[in-house]
């Protein structure tokens, strides 16, 4: 007898296993499909186990540059790698655990395997294989796929998982290695993180970047302190280099590159530089898990590997088919797949009826991000250049953590916050910040902008007393001109 469901979810990460327990919350039967280990890429070897190692180097940092000012006397310490690694293997696993407990608690029903849909219907439902540890046919009304990403293979790049690496093997729980010298391929947000990581732990770190910035995504003043910062520790940051070739010499690796100005006609005349390390770390790019689930024969179309969704229902051209996560090739952000299960849920229910759900669609005006160097870079909504691209007449407020008392405090007087609004209107259209809890002060932004506040009403807000939740009332009341603990412009009313 074949077990039949209401939605079958394929792929655990941040996206599918949110999306199982919603699920379950309507009262709809679950199944969840997942070839590895519940949680996904974020939480076995991406999000989580990297802010793990983060927290150790911020304590490391602290320890360094805070500790005799703070009063505190530390003759001598040193940095055990395998406690770091294992402490981040256990919050994982910690982690991992509780999901398989709340999907107990839901009665969804686990399957371990690679799923895929053998054919189907909306109408009829459809078939679905699942081919591993649990070997066996299904069938569900709805599928939802949330099958993520993994690191790209570029086949210049050589990566042998011994000394050239991709982000799942430098977290791989038995990696217990702090290189002497680590070359990073890539200066976006997982190699600056692992820049900042490595580097605090006593790596030699060299990055080269193929654009001409580092993070160029953000605020040209967040891109200039990171650097600033990125020179203190040592790290090398090598921008407009195209790498060719890579090369495990045996004890070491070798990167060749050309400068990525270099016009087509005359890049084999162009001057060759090389790098050389200890470990080479590839974090400049990541496919979509598409293949060998069934698509093509359901006439589902995976341009360049992402799977096509009607962008505001998330429905494929197969009817009964929704997918979520990075898969879609939308923003790859563990809490945006989140975001987006449940969206799937609710528009894949309402589809079948007779549950307690509404149809919905995806609204990414307001998707915050972060980035965890030392200091933590956070933004949302638009920056300075795409806001006057598009013709916005702006008006900026900006404050430094250096004049906020709880920032003195704790020692933490690095980065400012800005936040973008209309100038007519004051509504509130992006913000960009560099320093302590950054991601916390963007998130109260983010809110208000979801809600169509503007600046008047995040000013008139008390906010607690000393806090670095005053960043954000601070920078707001720099906007009008009314900061009390900065010179600023005149007031705007």
């Not at 952000?333 to 987006?340: F, P, Q, T």
């Amino acid at each position: 007898m074949i077990n039949r469901y209401d939605i079958a979810i394929i792929g655990a990460g941040p996206g599918g296993y949110q999306a199982a327990i919603r699920a379950a919350q309507y009262g709809a039967k679950v199944a969840l499909i997942e070839k590895e280990k519940l949680g996904g890429t974020c939480l076995n070897l991406g999000c989580i186990p990297t802010k793990a190692l983060y927290s150790s180097a911020y304590l490391i940092e602290k320890i360094k540059e805070k500790a005799g000012e703070f009063g505190i006397e530390i003759e001598d310490f040193k940095l055990n790698f395998a406690k770091a690694v294992e402490r981040k293997n256990r919050i994982v696993n910690e982690l991992v655990e509780g999901i398989k407990a709340l999907q107990d608690a839901w009665k969804n029903d686990i399957y371990k395997g690679h799923g895929k849909i053998l054919e189907g219907t909306i109408d009829e439902g459809f078939k679905i294989s699942i081919q591993g540890k649990d070997n066996q046919v299904i069938e569900a009304s709805r599928v939802i796929i949330a099958t993520g990403s993994a690191p790209s293979h570029l086949r210049e790049f050589n990566i042998d998982h011994k000394r050239i690496l991709t982000t799942d093997d430098i977290l791989n729980p038995k990696f217990t290695t702090v290189p002497k010298r680590l070359l990073i391929i890539g200066a976006g947000v997982s190699g600056c993180e692992f820049a900042n990581i490595f580097a605090t732990f006593g790596s030699k770190v060299t990055m080269l970047e193929l654009f001409p910035t580092i993070i160029a995504t953000e605020e040209p003043m967040i891109i200039k302190q990171l650097l600033k910062q990125f020179q203190k520790q040592g790290i090398e940051v090598h921008t407009s280099q195209n790498v060719i070739k890579i090369e495990n010499t045996g004890d070491g690796v070798k990167a060749i590159t050309y400068s990525s100005n270099t016009s087509k006609n005359q890049i084999e005349k162009a001057e060759k530089s090389i790098f050389e390390a200890d470990y080479c770390l590839v974090s400049n790019g990541r496919i979509k898990n598409s293949a060998n689930i069934g698509l093509q024969k359901l006439g589902i179309k995976t341009p360049r590997g992402s799977i096509e969704v009607n962008s505001k229902t998330l429905e494929t051209e197969a009817k009964g088919i929704y997918a979520i996560g990075d898969v879609t090739g939308g923003l790859m952000l563990a809490h945006v797949a989140s975001y987006e299960a449940n969206i799937a849920v609710s528009n894949a229910l309402e589809s079948i009826g007779g549950f307690p759900v509404k149809k919905m669609e995806t609204d990414y005006k307001v998707v915050p991000a972060a980035i965890f160097t030392s200091p933590n870079i956070s933004s949302v909504g638009f920056r300075r250049k795409s806001a006057k691209a598009l013709g916005k007449d702006i008006i900026a407020g900006q404050f430094s953590y250096q004049s906020l008392g709880k920032a003195k405090c704790s020692g933490d007087e690095s980065g400012f916050l800005q936040i973008l609004c209309d100038k007519l209107s004051y509504e509130i259209i992006g913000a960009s910040c560099i320093g302590a809890e950054s991601p916390e002060l963007i998130a109260e932004i983010s809110l208000a902008m979801q809600n169509g506040l503007s600046i008047h009403d995040i000013s008139s807000t008390i906010h607690t007393h000393p806090s670095f939740s005053e960043m954000v009332f601070e920078a707001s009341e720099a906007v009008l001109g009314k900061a009390i603990h900065k010179k600023g412009r005149p007031i705007h009313n």
